[in-house]
């Protein structure tokens, strides 16, 4: 079952469990994907749509910040439930050493020697690591290695 098969089951669910938080977050995903489908002609894949997941967990995380310094805990919790729905589609996320050991390899694999090298180091690591991982994270991670 693709992951936007899975999202339009779980909508079917959230609608006969009357839950309308949950519905209006999986609305949004599919929106998202459908817009998506829409301008590129084409279906998405799997890793496509991992990708607009997570860039709408992201989003949701960044405007908790700002909401949280605007002192608007109420909004700051409405976009918390949100990301906790978005996160049951997305795969289990990587632990510090998965993450230094998908990087060292990346590292070895690509030859790099130093920060010029970065670009092609973070292109072996994204598919890797996508949707398990915060990319900035990962840069920063690629860095300190490079670097050291």
Request: hydrophobic share 40%; glycine share 6%.
């Amino acid at each position: 079952m693709t992951l936007t098969e899975q999202l339009k089951e779980a909508m079917k669910d959230a609608m006969r469990a009357k839950d309308k938080a949950r519905l209006g977050t999986i609305r949004l995903a599919l929106s998202a994907i459908k817009q998506r489908e829409v301008d590129g002609q084409t279906s998405l894949s799997d890793d496509e749509v991992l990708a607009i997941l997570t860039k709408m967990v992201k989003q949701r995380k960044d405007s908790i910040t700002q909401y949280v310094e605007g002192g608007r805990q109420d909004l700051a919790d409405i976009e918390s439930a949100e990301i906790a729905v978005l996160e049951k589609f997305l795969p289990a996320a990587l632990s510090a050493n998965e993450l230094d050991e998908i990087v060292s390899n990346a590292i070895s694999e690509s030859g790099a020697q130093g920060m010029q090298d970065m670009g092609k180091v973070m292109n072996i690591i994204r598919p890797k690591v996508q949707g398990r991982a915060d990319m900035g994270q990962v840069s920063q991670t690629v860095k300190a290695k490079l670097t050291a």
